[in-house]
């Protein structure tokens, strides 16, 4: 399923409103009452518009949802790591490789902080997890 279909009675309520969409905390709002940070289609490369309709034709993920604790440790990353995933350390055990800003692959583990809700061996571009909802936050 795509995200047009699943959301296919959202979309058509913004047409009938007559108002830009915008995809905030795992929901499509207003464009013009929400935060652009906050949003997904908000890119540097497309317009709002032009990021709309290719997020429509992608395939529909179930969202992530952050703790608290896990935001404001990303928060604390967002000026020097790009992304990150979770992955296998080869000796059993798991840990969570990132990239910096600058290109260089480092390694946590998770007695510091954990995302037991990445997938393994799936980067996670920062920028979109900050994104995210939160758990216990329900406003736009």
Known sequence: MINGEKYKNEILKSVELNFNPAFVKGKIVECSESNCTFCIFRETDLT??????????????????LTKKQKYFLLALEDHVERIKRED???????????TKNGTIKYFYPDLISFDKLKWNEWYEIEEMLRW???GENEV
Request: include cysteine.
């Open 48 to 65: 709002c518009y032009a990021s709309f309709i290719k997020w429509m034709y992608k395939e529909y993920k179930e969202p992530i949802v």
């Open 89 to 99: 350390d080869f000796d059993g055990n798991f840990r969570y490789t990132y990239q």
């Open 133 to 135: 909802p939160v758990e």
